[in-house]
């Protein structure tokens, strides 16, 4: 059951089918508001998908189906390792309290006992939010039909550009495959997160033990 301080969701800005703007915002104002630490060097970015596109997940706002399921082709939300070790789960998408303990987000959305194909299994990119703040960047090319038109409404805000004046580069983050996944989770893996602008895959299983191991 769920057991961390609930937080009202609707302080924060959330634009349907923006998943990774909204991160990116929340990811600020947690930082800016006192949450998370200054710099965000207790948040982390997680991109899910897989190589087919295709990662179901459940207790999710946009769902039409009782038990919240949607089959996203990417997904995007925030851990947090808090000042107490506790490890919990900001997602804007999801009806589960907000935030959850990352143990009851897994269970609740991913549903682990649900077999699943091996080609429909879910896939996690990391990567350190103060890396991500500094370097993501999204025009919003992905949104768009052949003529021009949005497949959905875009945020209010100018599309984000990266510190480094890049554009756009989305699709680098949510290029999630199978045969990127690390082997094991160790120190180079720890390490690789804060450092490369686009962290490290993980397989599920391995989720959780990345923030035991990284504590």
């Not at 800005?13 to 998943?19: N, Q, V």
């Not at 703040?133 to 003529?147: I, T």
């Amino acid at each position: 059951m769920a057991s961390s301080a609930a937080v009202d969701v609707s302080q924060f800005d959330h634009t349907p089918y923006y998943c990774e703007e909204n991160v990116y915002f929340l990811c600020k104002n947690l930082c800016a508001n006192g949450t998370a630490q200054p710099d965000g060097s207790d948040l982390y970015i997680i991109f899910i998908s897989n190589d087919k596109k295709q990662t179901a997940l459940w207790h999710q706002k946009a769902s039409k189906f009782t038990d919240g399921l949607v089959l996203w082709d990417y997904h995007v939300i925030c851990v947090q390792r808090k000042r107490d070790s506790s490890i919990v789960v900001w997602d804007l998408d999801s009806v589960l309290q907000f935030p959850s303990p990352l143990a009851f987000y897994v269970s609740e959305t991913t549903r682990p006992w649900f077999q699943l194909f091996p080609e429909y299994q879910r896939f996690f990119r990391i990567v350190h939010a103060p890396i991500f703040l500094r370097y993501f960047a999204s025009d919003r090319r992905h949104m768009k039909e052949p003529d021009g038109t949005w497949q959905a409404q875009p945020p209010a805000n100018d599309p984000i550009v990266a510190e480094d004046g890049t554009v756009h580069n989305l699709n680098e983050y949510i290029e999630i495959r199978a045969v990127d996944a690390v082997e094991n989770v160790d120190d180079q893996v720890i390490n690789t997160v804060h450092s490369d602008k686009f962290g490290i895959v993980l397989k599920q299983t391995q989720l959780e033990k990345f923030f035991t191991h990284n504590s």
